[in-house]
């Protein structure tokens, strides 16, 4: 069975300092892996996603994400974080097994600080 | 764009009423997906709809039903609404094996 697993809880960051999300999953077949992103009192809306091809993957509001096969990562970055980005992260794994389903992680709770 | 929406952004029921949430989307999506989101419990699936009239069960189906008479428009349905499903509804719609857009949630109180 896929699963996805986000260690941090709770992840506090300075404006203008580096961000990096992590992101395991298990998946036993070629994952299709997604970052969504969800404001207080909102649905998620998707950051990035990998399919194939190039592992690095750009996504909107300056966020990158890296798919390290070896270590069944696929760990977002942000190299400045603005306090708009306050949200709550979400890593989702799907695939041609899933049928069209995503599994999602227990998510990430973004709070910046001034 | 494509736009997802919930019938409702709150509701407030008593234990043992029949609550139907509604979803639906404009862009055409075969697949449609109910979710219940709680603290610390991340997003679990309830029900999935890949087609008209078509659904699979989630991980937690307890207590639900749904129903998908159109392609566009998908329901949950508490049969008989208890405390325990207080919680925040969200309505999802994809195509084939891509990205999920999510509606904007709607919060569920049961009191």
């Known amino acids: 069975a896929q699963s996805v697993t986000q260690p941090d809880i709770h992840i506090t960051v300075s404006e203008g300092a580096s961000l990096e999300l992590r992101c395991n999953y298990s998946y036993g077949a070629t994952p299709y892996l997604f970052w969504y992103v969800q404001s207080p009192g909102q649905g998620l809306q998707l950051l990035l996603k990998?399919?194939?091809?190039?592992?690095l993957v750009q996504g909107i509001k300056g966020f990158e994400a890296e798919f390290k096969r070896s270590q069944s990562s696929f760990n977002l970055r942000k190299p400045s974080v603005h306090w708009s980005d306050a949200a709550e992260y979400f890593c989702a794994v799907g695939g041609r097994t899933n049928a069209g389903k995503s599994t999602f992680g227990d998510g990430t709770t973004l709070t910046v600080k001034p | 764009d494509v736009k997802v929406t919930q019938s409702s952004r709150y509701l407030v029921k008593r234990t043992g009423e029949k609550v139907f949430l509604e979803c639906v989307q404009d862009?055409?999506?075969?697949?449609m997906f109910w979710y219940r989101q709680d603290p610390g419990l991340g997003l679990r699936l309830i029900y999935f709809s890949y087609d008209v009239k078509m659904k699979e069960k989630g991980d937690i189906p307890e207590g639900y039903s749904v129903s998908r008479e159109k392609k566009e428009r998908f329901s949950l349905i508490l049969e008989s609404a208890s405390t325990n499903q207080t919680s925040m509804y969200l309505c999802?719609?994809?195509?084939?094996?891509?990205?999920?857009?999510f509606g904007p949630g709607t919060r569920l109180t049961v009191l």
């Open positions: 862009m055409d999506h075969e697949n």
């Open positions: 990998y399919f194939s091809g190039d592992t």
């Open positions: 999802a719609s994809s195509l084939g094996l891509d990205t999920q857009y």
